[in-house]
């Protein structure tokens, strides 16, 4: 993907709003606060130098011993084994057999969980966000669907080796969706969103589904913008936002007849009678209900419209951002669709809505019946996915649905729960063993594996906290 080349910016009226510009401070001296937690407590690369670790190494044998496992597939086992072999999990249990050739983990006193799963998140695409040659998230045009997120993905970000320590293990890479760190772009489709493991020394050994949502970014009906030229509102009359609005939904209902009417063609037709068409062809999985589509909306209205758009052309719908999901959760429920839900740590988009209505909506929704899942929506604070569930876990939602809501909840909206969420033999061995509550800030990860492999711990924030701890 290339970068889009921004001009003029358009972003959302909730942010810039004169009303609202303390508050997107506070948001920022919120995010600072964190950074500065998070050197001050670093996560630490594995304590047993005995046992090697890299992506590179072969996933081998073996044996987690004497730690209380959080299955998340029934009842956590007190004090039990689990056997990896061959990148998956063999054998868990309170009386598994440890065989001879296994390396053994003396995880007494510890806990061990599936790997956590980010979502949304830009990780990869973008390294320094005020640095736009670093950053791959957008491409020009409003229509991308042919285009494929990890073949933009850097490896070697610092951000992944920070984020993993976190114990997040597989995130979702969407291209397009702007976040704390990243502007995204006005596309769309911006492309389709892929499923990585965060270990690998390529992006093609990192994926794990290089198609696994088509991102789409729903249109909203704004009259307020920002000029980054003279940073000043621009009001715009709403009967030609709402003119722009209904032109981009024309234009998006008429490529989707025409994905299927070329799915037919491709179908039954000959290929001397059709010229090939990429955007089209990567449409059918959309329009044949096979890729889920993952669609950012946040006020209701945007809600309303993108379900009732989605429903009447049979798409399977993921909403994601989801900032007013608790005033449409009645229909939310009756639709069948899951939520993928924004940080809470964040102030209400509305002056008159709750202060805490972004840490209780997710127990709202949750007692509704609607399956949700948290995502950090931008790159740097992927690392803090844990805990936005914990805050949700003080705000009402019970501890099993935050923990199931960062691992099991979103491979199932990808239907990926065959390999990913739980730990269950023949899973991936995507897990990690911990010193306490991961959804507390405190807790450090002891040990992390990743497709079998005992992944390092260490990354950039480690090191400039042992360099800057040395100084004179």
């Known amino acids: 993907m290339k970068r889009t080349a921004f001009g003029k910016l358009a972003l959302t009226r909730s942010l810039f709003e004169p009303a609202r510009l303390a508050r997107f ?111 791959d998230v957008s491409e020009l045009g409003e229509f991308n669907p042919e285009l494929v997120a990890m073949t933009a993905v850097n490896p070697a970000s610092a951000h992944i080796g920070v984020t993993r320590a976190s114990g997040i293990t597989e995130v979702l890479v969407t291209p397009g969706v702007r976040g704390f760190d990243s502007f995204g772009d006005n596309s769309v489709i911006a492309g389709q969103a892929s499923v990585l493991n965060l270990a690998g020394w ?35 009359p709403y009967s030609e936002v709402k003119a722009e609005y209904e032109k981009k939904v024309y234009a998006l209902s008429d490529l989707l007849d025409r994905a299927r009417h070329y799915a037919q063609a491709v179908e039954k037709g000959s290929t001397q009678n059709f010229e090939r068409d990429l955007k089209l062809e990567a449409l059918i999985p959309v329009v044949e209900g096979k890729l889920p589509v993952l669609v950012v909306a946040e006020s209701a209205r945007d809600i309303r419209n993108s379900v009732e758009f989605c429903s009447k052309r049979n798409l399977k719908m993921i909403l994601a951002g989801a900032t007013e999901a608790w005033r449409e959760k009645d229909l939310l429920k009756q639709k069948n669709i899951p939520v993928i839900l924004g940080p809470t740590m964040r102030l209400p988009n509305e002056e008159d809505y709750p202060y805490d209505k972004p840490m209780t909506q997710p127990s709202e929704l949750a007692a509704a019946g609607i399956p949700i899942a948290f995502a950090s929506f931008d790159t740097s604070f992927s690392r803090r996915l844990s805990q936005q569930a914990g805050n949700a876990v003080a705000y009402g939602l019970p501890h099993d649905d935050a923990l199931r809501a960062i691992t099991l909840n979103a491979a199932k909206m990808l239907g990926l729960d065959d ?49 800057y701890r040395k100084r004179p």
Request: aromatic share 8%; charged share 20%.
């Open 25 to 135: 401070s506070s948001a920022i001296l919120v995010a600072l606060v964190c950074s500065i937690a998070a050197l001050a407590t670093p996560q630490k690369s594995s304590p047993d130098a005995a046992i090697p670790v890299g992506a590179d190494a072969e996933p081998g044998v073996y044996a987690i011993e004497g730690a209380k496992i959080y299955t998340l597939a029934g009842a956590p086992v007190e004090t039990g084994t689990i056997l990896i072999r061959d990148g998956k999990i063999a054998a868990v249990g309170a009386n598994v057999s440890v065989p001879a050739d296994a390396r053994v983990i003396d995880a007494k006193g510890l806990e061990v969980y599936p790997g956590f799963f980010d979502p949304v998140t830009q990780l990869g695409l973008s390294e320094i966000s005020a640095v736009r040659a670093t950053n």
């Open 202 to 236: 390529t992006n093609e050994q990192m994926t794990l589904r290089a198609s696994a949502a088509m991102v789409l970014s729903w249109p909203s009906v704004e009259s307020s913008t920002f000029d980054f030229e003279t940073f000043t509102l621009v009001e715009r």
């Open 419 to 467: 390999q990913l969420g739980t730990i269950e033999p023949g899973k991936l061995a995507n897990i990690f063993v911990t010193d306490g509550d991961p959804l507390e800030i405190r807790t450090q990860v002891r040990y992390l594996f990743i497709k079998g492999r005992l992944t390092s711990l260490d990354n950039r924030h480690w090191e400039l906290y042992e360099q």
